[in-house]
Structures are given as structure tokens and as C-alpha cells.
């Protein structure tokens, strides 16, 4: 979906219920966001994957090229039911005026992504401005990927909540069918009414 339509919100809601929920039979949870607006470094795959490499308790990775890495925390996330969430990858991606709009620029990301597609025990999410064109010619279960223009009353609910908008559930409910759930309405909706 496209920018300030809530994807890091639902994400970041959405994580915190499982986590609530005892995270609902994963074995591990590990979240990265790629999203550097405004901050003036440069996002890059490499920090992610020594990061997660060393949190996941891999070793001898740093002296691997980055699709071998990419690789090895592949195959450390399939030893065990893992939850994998990463935001914001669009930086990632070449942009809309690419020929190859939307694919993946950063060769470990890439393969990490290609890998996981191919079958493992957790779950991998993924927020993006753009389509994952390298994972388009994945097949379901593995590879699922879903346009976030419209919400559920649920999703919408838990936007407004986030910015802090007061009232009953059927309420807000309410009013995320009121814009026909159209997940940028919801924001905008959310900024006009949230009470500080």
C-alpha cells in the first residue's frame, strides 16, 4: 500500500496482540525496520542480516558473502517456528520509475526472502509501498501478498486506537465502514479525531 496508510501500524498492533497471546505457537519473534525517512543515513540489508545472524545464535557467518549469510539465516529461521517481521523494505526495491519496479536491490534480502518463500515452519511479513516482484512467480501457501487498500473493521479499529481516538469498538467500527474501510481514509481519519 502506499505511504501513510498504516502498514508499520498494523504491523506493529498486530505483533503486539500475538505477543499477548503468547505469541501463538512461534518459537521466535524478530522485527527489523528498513524505514529511514527523515534520518538522512541509508538503509541497507547487510546490518539487518549481522544483526539477526548474531541474535539468532549463528557463527562464523562474517567472513560470508551476503547471499550466504542470507542462507544461513534462512536455514537457522527453519529449526524453529519463527515469527519474521520487516518493515518498511520499499528503500530496498527499485522505484516506480525502474523498469524493474519493485524488485530487490539488496542481493542478501533478496535471497533471504527467496529462500523463506520456499518453505519453512514460522512466518515471514513483510510491509512495502511496492510489489515483491521477485516473489511473483511463488506459489501459495509459501508466497502470499495482499494490496492493503482496504482494511477490516478490526485492522481499522486498532489504526484508530493507535492514534489514540476515543470511543466505543462498534463505534469506530463504525466509522471505518463510513469510509468504506479505504486504509488512507482510516489514517486520515485517525489524525482528524485522536485526542492527545
Known amino acids: 500500500a502506499g505511504g501513510g496508510v498504516g502498514k508499520s501500524t498494523l504491523a506493529r498492533v498486530w505483533a503486539e496482540m ?3 497471546d503468547g505469541w501463538r505457537g512461534a518459537e521466535r519473534a524478530y522485527a527489523w525496520s528498513f524505514y529511514s525517512q527523515g ?19 549463528a557463527e562464523g557467518w562474517e567472513r560470508r ?10 536455514e537457522r529461521m527453519r529449526r524453529q517456528r519463527t515469527l519474521l517481521v ?5 528503500p530496498l526495491q527499485s522505484g516506480e520509475d525502474a523498469v524493474d519496479r519493485g524488485s530487490l536491490r539488496d542481493p542478501g534480502l533478496r535471497t533471504l526472502l527467496e529462500e523463506l518463500g520456499k518453505g519453512h515452519p ?12 521477485d516473489l511473483a512467480d511463488a506459489k501459495e501457501p509459501g508466497v502470499l501478498q495482499r494490496d492493503l487498500d482496504q482494511v477490516s473493521r478490526l485492522a481499522g479499529r486498532a489504526l484508530l ?9 462498534e463505534e469506530l467500527e463504525e466509522a471505518v465502514g463510513g469510509v468504506g474501510g479505504h486504509a488512507l481514509a482510516v489514517s486520515l481519519l485517525g489524525n482528524l479525531l485522536k485526542h492527545d
Open 18 to 20: 500475538l505477543a499477548e
Open 161 to 169: 486506537r493507535v492514534d489514540r481516538v476515543r470511543g466505543a469498538d
Open 86 to 90: 520487516l518493515d518498511g523494505v520499499e
Open 122 to 133: 514460522g512466518l515471514c511479513v513483510v510491509t512495502t509501498r511496492e510489489r515483491l516482484v
Open 39 to 57: 534520518t538522512g543515513r541509508m538503509t541497507d540489508a547487510e546490518t539487518f542480516l549481522n544483526e539477526a545472524l548474531e541474535w539468532f545464535g
Open 65 to 74: 558473502s551476503l547471499w550466504d549469510r542470507a542462507e544461513l539465516l534462512a
